[in-house]
């Protein structure tokens, strides 16, 4: 009985490469779509942080980048007017961080329901945001923000540590309802 051969042809991005079936030709094969799929998966992750800073440079005066340890504010533009956000006393918390969140509402009516969205983590060695590492979150608050004040606003930031909070970035600000003087 004769035995035939078998080739097969294994393609994947444009990589082709010819399998005789034998065990090294095939650890050979597996080597190099790994070494192509790792290529792939950061290109892709490249892709995602270009779309990050797109849509950042769109929304620049929607949100809010704050970096521990900075002074003053940022300001947010909402559907109500502006806030005013800066991040204090960002300290250990089971295994994350709890840090306080003061929003200034410039505006003269009082806030209810304030509604954010919540992207936070490490910094790499020039205070870039490592957005790979990033962990995001919805918070709403039952605290109403008085007309013409600060308002101190606890947040817990879950699986990052006070040692890797290299910044905090607030967009998607809304609220629920409003407050006004009588007249």
């Known amino acids: 009985?004769?035995?035939?051969?078998?080739?097969?042809?294994?393609?994947?991005?444009?990589?082709?490469?010819?399998?005789?079936?034998?065990?090294?030709d095939a650890a050979r094969?597996?080597?190099?779509l790994g070494l192509r799929i790792d290529s792939l998966s950061k290109r892709i992750d490249s892709l995602a942080s270009d779309?990050?800073?797109e849509r950042t440079i769109s929304t620049f005066d929607e949100e809010a980048f704050?970096?521990?340890?900075?002074?003053?504010?940022?300001?947010?533009?909402?559907?109500l007017g502006v806030?005013?956000?800066?991040?204090?006393?960002?300290?250990q918390y089971a295994n994350g961080s709890r840090v306080?969140?003061?929003?200034?509402n410039v505006t003269s009516a009082t806030i209810?329901?304030?509604?954010?969205?919540?992207?936070?983590?490490?910094?790499?060695?020039?205070?870039i945001a490592v957005f790979s590492e990033e962990k995001s979150k919805k918070v709403t608050f039952s605290e109403s923000l008085p007309a013409g004040s600060w308002t101190t606003l606890p947040v817990v930031l879950d699986n990052v540590p006070p040692s890797n909070l290299g910044f905090v970035r607030i967009y998607d600000v809304s609220h629920q309802g409003i407050r006004l003087l009588k007249p």
């Not at 009985?1 to 090294?24: D, E, K, N, Q, Y």
């Open 51 to 53: 779309i990050r800073i």
């Open 112 to 127: 209810t329901g304030l509604n954010i969205s919540v992207d936070y983590g490490p910094t790499d060695t020039a205070g």
């Open 66 to 79: 704050l970096k521990p340890g900075d002074g003053g504010y940022a300001v947010v533009k909402t559907n």
């Open 100 to 104: 306080e969140l003061q929003v200034g």
């Open 83 to 91: 806030l005013t956000f800066r991040l204090q006393n960002v300290q």
């Open 1 to 24: 009985m004769r035995f035939a051969r078998t080739v097969g042809l294994v393609a994947l991005g444009g990589v082709i490469a010819a399998c005789s079936g034998g065990s090294t």
């Open 29 to 32: 094969i597996e080597q190099r």
